[in-house]
């Protein structure tokens, strides 16, 4: 990472430039293509100030920090700038995220819905049912004893299977394949 420094005012010792580098490699970790990263220092009265700006393919920060120490200017500086570039990256994952998800829900939306535009039914459950060998009166024996609304069996006497259904008006019916 190439970092360009400004210092107005100020003398910049290898010390400086090591703090600041270390403390910056901290930033690049959030973003792949960094453009151009500079540190502007000054003096003003009596306070250090630095300037970073960061530039990027698809983003720019800026942090500014003053103090009485120009290293601890530094450091506020590159905490504020790590501090925005956290939160941009998060932006950018959100962004890119919730993207995907309206492209998928539209997606789903279209599979869903029939040819006359309605929403199509879809099944939500599967489950087994064991097939017993029982014969008809057995079958509505079981039916009535259990709060089940329909019960699935091999009927002893056809060898076919049958479906046995409570009704809303509270009789049974019976559903036998065609011989």
């Known amino acids: 990472m190439k970092v360009d420094y400004i210092a107005r005012k100020v003398t910049l010792t290898n010390k400086v430039r090591g703090i600041a580098e270390k403390k910056l490699a901290k930033v690049e970790k959030y973003f792949n293509e960094i453009i151009d990263?500079?540190?502007?220092?000054?003096?003003?009265?009596?306070?250090?100030?630095?300037?970073?700006?960061?530039?990027?393919?698809?983003?720019?920060?800026?942090?500014?920090?003053s103090?009485?120490?120009?290293?601890?200017?530094?450091?506020?500086?590159?905490?504020?700038?790590?501090?925005?570039?956290?939160?941009?990256?998060?932006?950018?994952?959100?962004?890119?995220?919730?993207?995907?998800?309206?492209?998928?829900?539209?997606?789903?939306?279209?599979?869903?819905?029939?040819?006359?535009?309605?929403?199509a039914p879809r099944i939500v459950e599967t489950s087994s049912i064991p097939v017993k060998p029982m014969s008809v009166d057995e079958a509505v024996m079981q039916l009535e004893e259990s709060e089940e609304h329909f019960l699935v069996f091999h009927n002893a006497v056809t060898e076919q299977v049958n479906v046995l259904y409570r009704r809303a008006d509270n009789n049974l019916g019976l559903i036998a394949p065609e011989a």
């Open 37 to 65: 990263l500079r540190l502007e220092l000054s003096q003003e009265r009596h306070l250090f100030v630095a300037d970073i700006l960061l530039k990027g393919k698809d983003f720019s920060l800026k942090s500014t920090s």
């Open 67 to 119: 103090n009485k120490d120009l290293t601890t200017a530094i450091q506020d500086a590159i905490d504020k700038l790590e501090m925005q570039a956290r939160r941009a990256k998060t932006r950018l994952k959100d962004h890119k995220r919730h993207g995907s998800d309206v492209r998928e829900e539209t997606v789903a939306e279209s599979e869903d819905l029939g040819e006359d535009g309605t929403e």
